[in-house]
C-alpha cells in the first residue's frame, strides 16, 4: 500500500548546512544523492539506521523555490517528531495565517506554494482549502497560476471542481492551461479509482 508523503518546509534558517549537520548527529544513513539541476530539484535520501522502512528526502526544489523534508514509508510519527525538535520548519497555523495576510500578490503567490508543498495528501484539510479557494478567486494571475500548483502537491480531490473552474473560466490562457495540466495530473496519477 502506498502511504502519502509528509513534507515539513522548512523555514530560511533550517540551512542545508544545519540539516547535514542534523543528519551527521542522528546518524541517518545516506540512500541516494541527486545533484539536481535548473529544472531538477537538489535531494539528499537518508534512511534512519533504526528504521529501515522510512525515507527522508532533503529537498531544494526550483519549481517551487522551497526547501522541505519529504517522509516516505512507515514508521514516520518518530522522525517527525526528531526533526522538528531539531529543525526550524513551518506549522499549518502559520500557513493558515500567511495565506490570510500577505500583503502582495508575490507574498500571496509563494505562501500558496509553500502551503500546497506541506498539503498532505491523503489527508483533506477544509480550512487551508478554504484558503486556495480564495487565491484562486485573487485578481492576479500569478496567483491563481500557483494554486494550480499547490493543487498537485496537495492532490485533494476536492480540487477537482476549482480546477475544472479554473480550466474552463479563467480569463489568462496560462491559467487555463496549467489549471488543465494540473486536472490531467491528478487524474490519471492521483485520483485513479481502485
Known amino acids: 500500500m502506498f502511504v502519502s508523503p509528509i513534507r515539513l518546509v522548512l523555514k530560511d534558517e533550517a540551512s542545508r548546512e544545519k540539516v547535514t549537520s542534523f543528519v551527521w548527529k542522528v546518524r541517518w544513513i545516506l540512500h541516494d544523492f541527486k545533484p539536481g539541476s535548473d529544472q531538477e530539484p537538489y535531494e539528499y535520501i537518508w534512511?534512519?539506521?533504526?528504521?529501515?522502512?522510512?525515507?527522508?528526502?532533503?529537498?531544494?526544489?526550483?519549481?517551487v523555490g522551497a526547501r522541505y523534508i519529504a517522509l516516505m514509508g512507515e514508521d514516520r510519527e518518530p522522525v517527525i517528531e526528531q526533526i522538528r525538535a531539531a529543525l526550524p520548519t513551518y506549522g499549518r497555523e502559520e500557513f493558515l495565517l500567511h495565506l490570510k495576510e500577505a500583503k502582495s500578490p508575490e507574498e500571496l503567490a509563494r505562501w500558496v506554494d509553500l502551503a500546497g508543498v506541506a498539503a498532505v495528501p491523503d489527508t483533506f484539510d477544509p480550512e487551508v482549502f478554504a484558503r486556495f479557494q480564495a487565491a484562486a478567486h485573487h485578481p492576479d494571475p500569478n496567483v491563481r497560476a500557483e494554486v494550480t500548483r499547490a493543487s498537485v502537491f496537495a492532490a485533494w480531490r476536492e480540487f477537482k471542481g476549482l480546477l475544472e473552474e479554473l480550466r474552463t473560466q479563467d480569463p489568462e490562457e496560462e491559467v487555463r492551461r496549467r489549471a488543465?495540466?494540473?486536472?490531467?495530473?491528478?487524474?490519471s496519477n492521483n485520483w485513479q479509482e481502485g
Do not use: C, G, N, S
Open 47 to 63: 534512511y534512519p539506521w533504526d528504521r529501515k522502512k522510512t525515507f527522508i528526502h532533503y529537498v531544494e526544489d526550483p519549481w
Open 180 to 187: 488543465d495540466i494540473a486536472l490531467q495530473a491528478l487524474m
